[in-house]
């Protein structure tokens, strides 16, 4: 088992930033990549970025250049930095882990609100 739990979120103005933390306790050995998915209401849950455990990266187009994956192997966690957020950011965002014998798992969820 993976436990996940996001944190970071919050309401933000047009153009701020926040850094989105997702810290990984459990069989964290099993895991290889992780990602940041997001759900706005009315929306499907979509994948805003992801990352291997070697460091290889993808973003959707919406955010290239605005947002960065990151993980730290040794503290167990996954950041997500966002810049020059838009309403459209606004979402709950989910923390994900793949494991190396095909489970997934999910975080609770954090509260992304960009409005002014």
């Known amino acids: 088992q993976v436990q996940l739990v996001e944190s970071g979120g919050g309401l933000v103005q047009p153009g701020g930033s926040l850094r989105l933390s997702c810290a990984a306790s459990?069989?964290?050995?099993?895991?290889?990549?992780m990602g940041w998915h997001r759900q706005a209401p009315g929306k499907q849950r979509e994948l805003v970025a992801a990352?291997?455990?070697?460091?290889?990266?993808n973003y959707v187009d919406s955010v290239k250049g605005r947002f960065t994956i990151s993980r730290d192997n040794a503290k167990n966690t996954m950041y997500l930095q966002m810049n020059s957020l838009k309403p459209d950011d606004t979402a709950v965002y989910f923390c994900?882990?793949?494991?190396?014998?095909?489970?997934?798992?999910w975080g609770q969820g954090t509260q992304v609100t960009v409005s002014s």
């Open positions: 994900n882990a793949d494991t190396f014998d095909s489970r997934a798992y």
């Open positions: 459990g069989s964290i050995f099993k895991i290889n990549a």
């Open positions: 990352i291997t455990r070697g460091g290889f990266t």
